[in-house]
């Protein structure tokens, strides 16, 4: 395309090589349809249904359309395309085995209000993976209803509240969360209605236990932890604290996103978590680029079960799988969902923990504890890391010293894109400075880890050299430096033909 195209917002002057817009290409009466009668089946559609006004919509070939598609996702990374290090996201690949299981008939054409009797298969799966969940978390009971890892934060912070008022203990306001937390955990708390207190860490990168303990009060409702922690480290107290929080009479909510380091190593059940969400999209496949779809499951003991959403998936006495409403369950939340998550992730999930088993799920932790561990032993010669210990599935440098050198930490994840890498997440944590946050995970091959730490070599050595080549880059990319604040403020979403 070139030339400019003029948007509803601005203009924007550096369009990619990209074939013209649909709406360029378009000429009156071309049409992509030869189905032969079509005129006949339009006769079918009574009078009343029939649009008086055309659709403002571009006229093309079949080819035409097929081929403007096809570019566009060839612009587009995946994890099908190559690696795709964002830390704290897990985006591992997605065997292919999961879709062929989620596009089966029986799973992808059905509906959520059909009887039960004519979805057994779809509920036995779903019935299973709550027991697989339950025994991958250590946890007596699983939801599968919310929708992403945030989605359950914020069912599990409302089933806290139940708790604590099903015990005539409403003076609780408070939830507790590290300075190392996830956005979404406090906006969680905070969508429930609670205030949020923040808890720095200490020098070794754990939650401070001190701290902590000097937070705590009769007021708290809850404090949300995630471990590995987002520096990629193990909490070395995990138990002293979910002690703490306990003495309080706190509930400790575990932030499962890092689930895929703990897979055969530990289970938040056995750490002390009242109950834990397990980002299916993360640590069971489905790849969630541009935030989604997913699904939270969250996995709790068995003092939270009253609490727990309804309907409920159950097999009865009889083996059939049923769902039971709320007039079973009087202390519910109720529903947090119209029916589960999203049901293909759920399926790619348990499709993906079927085909592992026990012994490749153990395989799958231990492999992205060792890449990790293979990437920062390579990388470290070029950058510093925050807090220097055994990372778990992911690590965390700083690129302060190349920000003093004249290339920030987004500079550097967008020199990456021009060697051929996604880059990884910058700028979280947020308690270090021009933070890098690197997550290989396990299925990388070897190889790939080596080109990557070479490609981040290469750029630390020329910030050294030359920083402002890395503060123009990325060159290469069909789109230069966007204009992100814009983007998100000021979002595009229509296209007006100049
Ligand atoms: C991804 C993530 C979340 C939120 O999960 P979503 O499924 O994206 O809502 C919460 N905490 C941590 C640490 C995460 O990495």
């Keep these: 395309m070139s030339g400019k195209v003029r948007f509803e917002t601005g203009t924007i002057t550096e369009m990619p090589a990209l074939e013209p817009l649909l709406f360029e290409l378009q000429r009156e009466g071309r049409s992509g349809r030869h189905v032969r009668g079509g005129e006949a089946a339009d006769a079918l559609i009574p009078q009343a249904f029939k649009r008086t006004v055309r659709l403002p919509l571009p006229e093309l070939s ?102 604590h008022e099903s015990r005539g203990d409403t003076k609780r306001r408070r939830v507790i969360v590290p300075d190392s937390a996830h956005g979404t955990n406090p906006a969680s708390a905070a969508m429930c209605g609670f205030d949020v207190t923040t808890v720095k860490s200490d020098a070794r990168g ?36 979910c002690e703490a929080v306990h003495a309080a009479g706190g509930l400790v909510y575990g932030d499962g996103a890092n689930m895929n380091a703990l897979l055969g190593v530990a289970r938040p059940g056995d750490l002390g978590f009242d109950c834990v969400h397990i980002n299916v999209h ?13 699904a939270g499951p969250l ?64 395989e799958t932790g231990r492999d992205a504890i060792l890449a990790a561990n293979y990437l920062l032993a390579l990388v470290r010669e070029g950058y510093d890391v925050a807090y220097d210990r055994t990372p778990m599935h992911e690590f965390v440098l700083t690129a302060a010293r190349q920000k ?49 730490a070479d490609a981040l070599l290469r750029i630390a050595k020329r910030v050294e050299t030359d920083p402002q080549a890395v503060h123009d880059a990325p060159l290469h990319a069909p789109l230069r430096r966007l204009d992100e604040v814009a983007a998100a403020r000021k979002p595009v979403l229509r296209y007006k033909p100049a």
Excluded: W
């Design 299 to 362: 996995c709790v003991k068995q003092h939270l079960e009253p609490f727990l959403p309804t309907p409920r998936i159950v097999r009865d006495g009889t083996g059939a799988y049923r769902r039971v409403g709320a007039s079973a369950h009087p202390l519910a939340i109720g529903r947090v969902r119209s029916f589960v998550g999203n049901f293909g992730v759920l399926v790619r999930a348990y499709t993906y923990i079927r085909t592992l088993g026990e012994e490749g799920l153990v």
């Design 62 to 163: 079949e080819p035409q359309v097929v081929r403007h598609y096809t570019h566009l996702a060839q612009l587009n990374y995946s994890v099908d395309a190559g690696m795709y290090p964002l830390g704290s996201c897990t985006m591992k690949y997605n065997p292919k085995i999961n879709d062929r299981a989620a596009s089966l008939p029986g799973f992808a054409d059905i509906h959520p209000q059909q009887p039960d009797e004519t979805v057994q298969g779809a509920l036995r799966l779903l019935h299973e993976l709550q027991g697989l969940l339950a025994g991958i978390s250590g946890m007596d009971h699983v939801t599968l209803q919310p929708a992403a890892g945030a989605h359950a934060e914020f069912t599990a912070i409302l089933m806290f509240k139940a708790y």
């Design 206 to 241: 754990n939650v401070d236990l001190e701290a902590l303990k000097a937070a705590l009060g009769d007021d708290v409702v809850g404090f949300m932890l995630t471990n590995p922690n987002t520096l990629g480290l193990f909490e070395e107290r995990v138990r002293e604290v």
């Design 404 to 452: 003093r050198q004249g290339a920030n930490a987004l500079d550097i994840a967008k020199a990456l894109i021009d060697e051929g890498f996604h880059p990884p997440t910058v700028y979280f944590p947020l308690i270090v400075p021009e933070s890098m946050m690197i997550e290989p995970t396990e299925t990388e091959p070897k190889e790939t880890l080596d080109a990557f």
């Design 282 to 294: 993360k640590t069971f496949s489905t790849p969630h680029g541009a935030g989604g779809p997913g």
